[in-house]
């Protein structure tokens, strides 16, 4: 069964320091794989998006890694603000020509002064 | 600038009362989606199309319906609504099925059935 899980569920942090978020999947086809930031009463935004080739990725303070042969993903957030309290979501696509993404329940990420 | 929104940003309905929840992109993507967001679960795939005409039942589309007549727009219709489809509803548009393409995502209706 393709699914995405994610770790922790939730995080609580001190404005500035540092963070990893976690994902496994077990999905099949992989083609791609992207970290989704939500703030709260939004939609999802993309961060990054990795294809199967891409080890890293960075969009400013947010940095995606990826090993395709493990499974694994992690979403690393440097010097935290208060604006990266959200839900961030990883998400898998299929070699499907579909279009049809996977996603994990989310890691809720409070950043405190 | 290309945008998508949905209308409305939240609904309080009854039991048993048909509701339609518009999705609108003015980025002239062909596959538009709509998922649903519950506590403790991903976003799951209501119905998706990828053009006009085109509609297709996604893993949760039970008493649930769309219909595509343009390419802008894609309207998700509760037939009969129901307590449990309490929820959060998400359309996005892409312009691609496959590969390292943007899913881009509405603002979200927040639908209470009471």
């Known amino acids: 069964k393709n699914q995405v899980e994610q770790s922790p569920q939730s995080l609580i942090i001190l404005e500035g320091k540092n963070c990893t978020l976690q994902?496994?999947?077990?999905?099949?086809?992989?083609?791609?794989l992207r970290w989704y930031k939500q703030d709260t009463g939004r939609g999802p935004v993309s961060l990054t998006i990795?294809?199967?080739?891409?080890n890293t990725k960075s969009n400013g303070r947010y940095t995606a890694t990826l090993d395709a042969d493990t499974k694994q993903s992690s979403l690393h957030i440097t010097a935290s603000q208060l604006s990266d309290s959200a839900s961030y979501i990883c998400v898998v696509s299929l070699i499907s020509n579909t279009g049809k993404l996977i996603f994990g329940q989310g890691t809720t990420l409070q950043v405190k002064p | 600038d290309a945008e998508i929104t949905q209308s409305p940003r939240h609904k309080i309905t009854e039991t048993g009362r048909q509701v339609t929840l518009a999705c609108h992109q003015t980025w002239n993507h062909n596959n538009m989606f709509w998922y649903r967001q519950d506590l403790g679960h991903g976003l799951r795939l209501i119905h998706y199309?990828?053009?006009?005409?085109?509609?297709n039942k996604g893993e949760v589309s039970d008493g649930y319906s769309v219909s595509r007549s343009n390419t802008e727009d894609l309207p998700l219709t509760l037939e009969s609504a129901a307590s449990s489809q309490t929820s959060v509803y998400f359309c996005a548009s892409s312009w691609a099925r496959d590969g390292p393409y943007e899913q881009y995502f509405g603002p979200g209706t927040r639908l209470t059935v009471t």
């Open positions: 199309s990828y053009g006009v005409q085109d509609t």
């Open positions: 990795m294809t199967f080739s891409e």
């Open positions: 994902c496994n999947y077990t999905v099949s086809p992989f083609s791609n």
